[in-house]
């Protein structure tokens, strides 16, 4: 069977405050327009969510027909050229980082009529499942990230995320949720390819919400890993004059989320550098969709920030993670 994946308490950091006037409401005169990733049209609380990076021509959001194969445990992408018949297999080197799957594409593909060996561009993908079935028995919410380090720019890929049912949104109180977080890190103006791991955590106030307010969220002990999984955080800490790498925090304000269920808005990190100056270091922007009810809902989305990389001179890297929270 094939199918498609559209893809505790926290404490956080100083961050921009919206208005008070602020759940994902359902007046729909007080409806947010929020500019999420293209794909589902029209969405409601009651309705599946999809979304994929939006094709920009430099790369972005060129991973299409993404799907995975529970019973051969393999990943299909199209539209990546140079990744051997589209099917990943589960990479040998690392397999995984936390609860989410890594896969990898062939590494040398035959001419189709002399045999002839092709190398190809190494892939990477990472895929992340709920452990929270629906009633037909696939994952409530979903997500994938393809990138490649094989070109010296930033390379072809893309990302999707996805849940599978609607979502009931509580008109009051509050929720935290929080899981694991993971991704992969390319660059620009050079090669290669690095892997991300951390924690993160959300929290809603459902209450406070009729302008899109009430979202913050924060990732926090991430690690950075080689191709052949060796942490190499230390090259990026020292390289910024720091111990761990900064945190990654929500910016909070208006016009995040919606009555489906959907948000999106700016993340950035921010160290103290050497000199005891505070430095601002990466800026992006989270997106993410909530699926179920009460003790059940859950939050599933990704994460894409850039920044200079102090290891090289003239170097930027990109950071696209991946997260499924619970509550």
């Not at 993908?125 to 094989?150: C, K, M, W, Y």
């Not at 090259?235 to 016009?255: D, N, Q, R, Y």
Request: charged residues 20%; aromatic residues 10%.
């Amino acid at each position: 069977m094939k199918r498609f994946i559209g893809i505790g308490l926290i404490t956080l950091g100083v961050v921009a405050c919206g208005n008070e006037t602020n759940p994902l409401t359902s007046d729909p005169t007080d409806e947010v327009e929020l500019e999420l990733p293209p794909g589902t049209e029209g969405a409601t609380a009651r309705s599946a969510v999809q979304r994929y990076e939006e094709q920009d021509g430099n790369g972005n959001g060129y991973a299409q027909s993404i799907t995975y194969d529970p019973d051969a445990n393999t990943f299909h992408v199209d539209n990546l050229a140079f990744d051997a018949d589209n099917v990943y297999q589960q990479d040998d080197v690392v397999s995984t980082l936390g609860p989410f799957r890594v896969y990898e594409n062939l590494a040398v593909y035959q001419d189709s009529v002399t045999g002839v060996p092709i190398n190809q561009f190494p892939h990477k993908a990472i895929f992340g499942q709920s452990r929270n079935l629906t009633s037909d028995g696939d994952p409530i919410t979903e997500f994938a990230i393809v990138r490649t380090g094989a070109y010296v720019d930033y390379g072809f890929g893309g990302f999707m995320y996805q849940r599978r049912q609607g979502v009931t949104l509580p008109a009051s109180g509050q929720a935290v949720f929080a899981g694991d977080y993971a991704g992969l890190r390319d660059f620009g103006a050079r090669g290669g390819l690095e892997y991300v791991t951390g924690d993160m955590a959300m929290a809603i106030d459902f209450e406070d919400f009729n302008d899109g307010d009430g979202v913050r969220g924060q990732v926090t002990n991430r690690r950075i890993l080689d191709i052949n999984g060796n942490d190499i955080t230390a090259s990026v800490t020292t390289a910024l004059g720091v111990t761990a790498l900064p945190t990654l925090v929500f910016t909070v304000g208006p016009g995040v989320g919606n009555s489906a269920g959907e948000m999106t808005g700016e993340i950035t990190s921010n160290y103290y550098n050497p000199d005891g100056a505070l430095e601002g270091f990466e800026s992006g922007n989270y997106y993410a969709v909530l699926s179920g009810e009460g003790a059940d809902m859950e939050v599933a989305g990704v994460i894409v920030v850039t920044a200079d990389d102090k290891r090289w001179d003239g170097v930027t890297v990109r950071e696209t993670g991946g997260f499924i929270l619970y509550r």
